[in-house]
């Protein structure tokens, strides 16, 4: 199959999957992880010739770790991520077998800790929950592009 090709000359990177994935079983899996959502942002840079921002990558590594570290904490077993590019955005999936949907907790400035599902959901644009078969999935969609007004800056990968 022939790509569509940009005005750049570059392959269009719209038309074919562009995805991940790995399974953690670990505490000590939860850097790898990280590890695994800048490696796939490096390439889909680096390969695809695809603009991902300084922030995203931040973005979605901290939401990949806050997501692993819940699934190693609370679900027994390993879990699966998937990080997955969609019309101009990184899908982060994360099952694990807990089939017990988190729950967001009130702001509380006083409270240490446990502000990492609010943390995700104030950074992705669409996060969703769902419970499977066995245990659940979780969602969360981070876009590529900058905000042109949030970051002046401009800063991307190299």
């Known amino acids: 199959m ?7 000359g570059r392959e269009s990177f719209t038309d074919r999957l562009i995805m991940v994935g790995a399974a953690f079983e670990g505490s000590e899996d939860i850097s790898a992880a990280r590890r695994l959502a800048r490696s796939f942002l490096t390439d889909l840079h680096q ?3 695809v603009p991902v921002a300084d922030r995203v990558t931040g973005g979605v590594q901290l939401v990949v770790s806050e997501l692993v570290t819940n ?9 699966l991520l998937t990080l997955e590019v969609n019309e101009g955005v990184v899908e982060v999936t994360v099952w694990d077998s807990n089939p017990s ?5 009130a702001p509380d400035p006083g409270r240490v800790g446990q502000h990492g599902l609010e943390i995700v959901m104030a950074l992705c644009r669409s996060f969703e929950m769902h419970r499977e078969p066995v245990g659940k999935r979780i969602m969360a969609a981070l876009a590529l592009a900058d905000d042109p007004i949030g970051d002046e800056a401009g800063e991307q990968i190299r």
């Open 47 to 49: 390969v695809h010739g």
């Open 2 to 8: 022939d790509l569509p090709v940009r005005d750049d």
């Open 71 to 79: 699934a190693r904490k609370y679900a027994p077993g390993p879990c």
């Open 101 to 105: 949907l988190p729950v967001a907790q």
